[in-house]
């Protein structure tokens, strides 16, 4: 006979060997069918039986809990299958041009002033939120085992999963910094409108610590509570009850609604001086102006819609939200690349100069060549 178990979702009486125990779906769990059944079979030798392709003791059949039909099922396996290759595709774009932005940047030493600084170090940013993308895809989620602790039925996991969690802390780390440095870019662009501690270097060091600083005094926390009172899997999934989650979540809201304060009141500041003659904007400023105010709101209107997404949707609306969410997030660095580094007037006019001067060299060099020959003949 099978020992009385919990399998993380409901529990299994004692079973006698060589039968299927089967129950009904239980009703807290999202969209399962609660007239299906849940099934799970007990061998002749008396222990659970054992899924091939899952290395876990003891597996529930769930099927027929399932709302969808098989075909809508397959259907939504070949969505993600597209999903993964548009977010494959999108991050690799991403890294491989904000590289060469970054290149660029520390090649012309003309293009090495504070403003460009700030680009440099959210390039930077947005290159590691890349990075530890491909890494944790390559961390599977270690085996869950459940217990019963005071009553209650709790998850606990098998072997070492520090290397997946320092993984996922790194992943939230990188985004709660990548919108950290479009904070910081408002700010910046902020100060340079109103011309308030712009030219100081001590307000651009400061804004830099800040943009790699304040990130790490939000994971740590996150961490220290992770580890504390919901230490599961790899800390990638985050419990609705407790929701720890928003010890990231909050800090960018809130980074997002004071960028939007710097939008509006950029704005405001823009038009009052196009309507007044007296006042101009400095030519070199106006790329930076239109880049910051493209990214502020198209970056923190999706991020909004995310928080306020509910957790269970429909299935086309999860499907579209899904390729939405993709698209936006692993195409965010190629944006960044595009605004403030191959659309940036001071960088086309120094690669522009770099390539005359080369060509220049080049048919010089052939024109010494082709004079040493003539004067050999």
């Known amino acids: 006979m099978c020992d009385s178990t919990f399998d993380d979702v409901m529990c299994w009486p004692p079973t006698a060997a060589g039968t299927t125990a089967?129950?009904?779906?239980?009703?807290?769990?999202?969209?399962?069918?609660?007239?299906g059944r849940a099934t799970r079979h007990c061998r002749k030798d008396g222990t659970w039986y054992k899924h091939p392709d899952i290395n876990v003791t003891g597996w529930t059949n769930f099927t027929g809990c399932l709302n969808r039909p098989k075909g809508n099922l397959l259907k939504t396996f070949t969505h993600l299958e597209i999903i993964y290759g548009i977010v494959t595709t999108g991050y690799c774009l991403s890294f491989g041009c904000l590289s060469i932005a970054v290149a660029i940047m520390l090649i012309f030493r003309k293009l090495?002033?504070?403003?460009?600084?700030?680009?440099?170090?959210?390039?930077?940013?947005?290159?590691?939120r890349a990075i530890i993308c491909f890494v944790k895809d390559l961390y599977t989620v270690p085996e869950g085992r459940s217990h019963v602790e005071g009553g209650t039925a709790k998850l606990s996991t098998v072997g070492t999963t520090w290397p997946c969690k320092l993984v996922h802390s790194v992943f939230n780390y990188a985004i709660l910094a990548s919108y950290t440095w479009i904070f910081v870019e408002g700010a910046y662009l902020h100060s340079l409108i109103f011309k308030t501690m712009t030219e100081s270097k001590k307000f651009h060091r400061y804004l830099i610590v800040f943009g790699w600083g304040f990130p790490v005094l939000c994971i740590v926390p996150w961490v220290v509570v992770r580890k504390t009172f919901e230490d599961t899997l790899c800390w990638s999934t985050h419990s609705p009850e407790h929701k720890f989650d928003w010890i990231i979540r909050g800090p960018i809201v809130v980074s997002v609604v004071v960028n939007f304060i710097f939008f509006i009141n950029i704005l405001r500041t823009i038009f009052s001086k196009v309507n007044d003659s007296t006042k101009h904007i400095p030519h070199r400023h106006r790329r930076m102006i239109r880049s910051t105010l493209i990214l502020i709101p198209l970056f923190g209107v999706y991020y909004v819609i995310s928080v306020t997404m509910p957790d269970c949707m429909d299935?086309?609306?999860?499907?579209?939200?899904?390729?939405?969410?993709?698209?936006?997030?692993?195409?965010?660095?190629?944006?960044?690349?595009?605004?403030?580094?191959?659309?940036?007037?001071?960088?086309?006019?120094?690669?522009?100069k770099a390539l005359v001067s080369r060509s220049s060299k080049k048919l010089l060099h052939e024109g010494e060549k082709l004079n040493k020959k003539r004067r050999s003949n």
């Open 22 to 35: 089967a129950q009904y779906c239980p009703s807290y769990i999202s969209n399962f069918n609660v007239t």
């Open 112 to 128: 090495r002033c504070p403003r460009n600084t700030i680009h440099l170090n959210m390039f930077l940013c947005f290159m590691l």
């Open 315 to 352: 299935d086309t609306t999860e499907i579209v939200w899904l390729y939405v969410e993709s698209i936006i997030n692993s195409f965010q660095g190629f944006l960044v690349a595009v605004l403030f580094c191959f659309t940036n007037a001071e960088v086309k006019k120094e690669v522009h």
